[in-house]
């Protein structure tokens, strides 16, 4: 019997950067062509539409950023919450963002970091539906590219759970392990969905890639 999970989005988008030397949620995308009206889409505008697709909202968990991101955030139709102490970790703002989650009376999300250009929604859709029709032991889909596990991966009530009982201290990818028996990876033809950007050098090359 399937599952009918109500989702919610979740952006991850606290980190302050260092390596880019500006806010990666608000670099441009997708890239400006030649001819093409200026755009003022982001990283952050992009993944909430791509989320907003496919789930019943989006939540934008920020941190010292909250204020630069919350125009683009309301202007996109999703909620912003703040990480009181992003210097926690990555883990922390994940946290944050599932408390939310259940706090809006939702049992599973699609969660995804801003430092990347979105998947494809059907992509997302293909994940929901693998998720959908996966047994009742399986928590979280998680997809793969050549080899590599990415984002966004659905986590059900189960999983959410698992991450809030787990030590601040703690990382995703360790609470994951630990219950890795319950986690399904699904191959994907989308590569963006093993594509994270952490430089400007890694952005530029992106942005190449993208042109051509």
Request: aromatic letters at 8%; one cysteine or more.
């Amino acid at each position: 019997m399937s599952r009918s999970p109500s989702f919610a989005g979740v952006i991850l988008a606290a980190g302050e950067s260092t390596r880019m030397g500006t806010d990666k949620a608000l670099l441009p995308w997708p890239p400006q062509t030649a001819g093409q009206a200026l755009s003022k889409d982001t990283f952050l505008s992009a993944a909430i539409r791509a989320l907003a697709f496919c789930t019943d909202y989006v939540i934008v968990v920020a941190g010292k950023n909250e204020e630069a991101l919350a125009p683009v955030v309301y202007a996109c139709g999703a909620a912003i919450v703040a990480n009181p102490d992003p210097s926690r970790g990555q883990f922390s703002s994940l946290q944050v963002g599932l408390h939310e989650v259940l706090s809006r009376g939702r049992d599973a999300a699609v969660i995804t970091l801003v430092d990347r250009p979105p998947v494809d929604p059907a992509t997302i859709q293909s994940l929901q539906t693998a998720f959908g029709n996966a047994p009742r032991n399986v928590w979280a889909v998680v997809p793969e590219f050549g080899g590599q596990h990415g984002h966004p991966y659905l986590v059900g009530r189960e999983l959410i759970e698992a991450f809030l009982q787990a030590p601040v201290t703690a990382a995703a990818r360790e609470v994951e392990h630990q219950h890795k028996q319950h986690i399904q990876y699904v191959a994907v033809s989308d590569p963006f969905v093993a594509v994270n950007v952490n430089t400007p050098e890694e952005y530029a090359a992106l942005v190449e890639k993208a042109a051509r």
